[in-house]
């Protein structure tokens, strides 16, 4: 059977302090800083590189819209669109069946709703509204 003599444990707990001693500035080195691979410098010249463009009033001039609001061939696809609109409200209102909303009652248009005293008997539902 073998024994650690005094010796042995302190040349075992040399080499761990070396040891630790070379691998800890390795494993530390990548918490230093908080801006990743890049170094400080590089980062203050990126943000110093931009700049705001300035526009002319020649390029504003010349980059404007044409205004087409008040022509007539604007005013023609603007009606066109909403009769367009139009006629697509109306397809989806048809396409609903016609007794689908319980307060119709069977009625082609929804009954009037009256007061308790002026209710009157409806022969097309039998119901009192």
Not at 116 to 127: D, S
Request: proline share 6%; aromatic share 12%.
């Amino acid at each position: 059977m073998h024994r650690y003599t005094p010796a042995m444990k302190q040349l075992k707990l040399g080499f761990f302090v070396g040891l630790l001693g070379m691998v800890f500035p390795f494993l530390s080195h990548g918490q230093s800083n908080s801006l990743g691979d890049r170094a400080p410098a590089t980062v203050e010249q990126q943000s110093r590189s931009v700049h705001k463009q300035r526009v002319t009033r020649k390029q504003r001039l010349l980059f404007r819209k044409p205004n087409i609001k008040h022509t007539a061939e604007y005013e023609f696809y603007v009606r066109i669109e909403k009769a367009a609109k139009a006629k697509q409200r109306l397809l989806r209102k048809l396409a609903k069946p016609q007794y689908s909303d319980f307060t119709y009652f069977g009625h082609k248009n929804p009954p009037k709703k009256h007061l308790p005293f002026a209710m009157r008997y409806c022969k097309e539902c039998g119901i009192r509204h």
